[in-house]
């Protein structure tokens, strides 16, 4: 079973889709506490697990973070720019990272 960050078992159209429905979804960024590693580095203990996401390295959008990306697309809208989706963004920001790696 596929199952997205905010699956719920107790809503039928997450159960009857196997994902999560459109009332439940929220986009997921990379994780700004440990940079999308998953662990925290520090003086004191080599790597600890992030606590915001879990140890993935992406977590859930928050209200706040939704509402400013919310009004970025509006005011890039406004300035004549095309909308840019939550995929391109995310992906654009994978590319960046994986060639700042490199």
């Known amino acids: 079973m596929i199952q997205g960050a905010n ?8 159960v009857a ?3 999560t429905c459109d009332e439940h979804y929220r986009p997921e960024i990379e994780c700004p506490q440990c940079d999308g590693n998953g662990r925290i580095r520090s003086e004191v203990h080599p790597a600890v697990q992030c606590e915001a996401c879990k140890g993935i390295g992406w ?3 928050t209200d706040d ?3 400013d990306a919310a009004e970025a697309q509006h005011e890039a809208m406004c300035e004549g720019e095309p909308p840019v989706s939550m995929d391109e963004m995310h ?12």
């Open 7 to 14: 699956w719920q078992a107790d809503c039928p159209k997450c």
């Open 17 to 19: 889709s196997k994902f």
């Open 59 to 61: 977590r859930p959008m």
């Open 65 to 67: 973070e939704l509402a």
């Open 91 to 102: 992906q654009r920001a994978h590319r960046e990272k994986m060639e700042s790696r490199a």
